[in-house]
């Protein structure tokens, strides 16, 4: 496998896999670090802050990978989504991110508004 990793911006990457290009956002936090990709926001946390974390087993929430303006929330309580869908779209720096369910579930909580600027590691939905 051949991986090359190139700066876009403040924050954006390009990352190609074997030839495949993919454009990665970043965000960090004194904890850790926000990543983007492919539709998929995951968190990078420094190992100490795990061990002290609290969890809740079974609970994703859906945060916000970077300051943006909430376009769309295509889901509501209770609403029953699948792994990859699109629960949220974002709008930052004039790029549309959509936010996707890491897994089947439902939705227990909506945390954010069409229209609202969310910041950084804001949770905006979640999935149980």
Known sequence: MKADVAAIGPGVWRVTIDGKATTVWTAVDDAGMWVHADGRVHYLANEADVRRSRTRSGS???????????????????????????????????????????????ITAVHCQVGELVQAGVPLVEIA
């Open 60 to 106: 994703h929430d859906l945060s916000a990978p970077m300051p943006a303006t909430v376009r769309a929330v295509l889901v509501e309580v209770g609403a029953q989504v699948h792994a990859g869908d699109t629960v949220v779209t974002l709008e930052a720096m004039k790029m549309e991110l959509a936010l996707r369910a890491p897994s089947d579930g439902t």
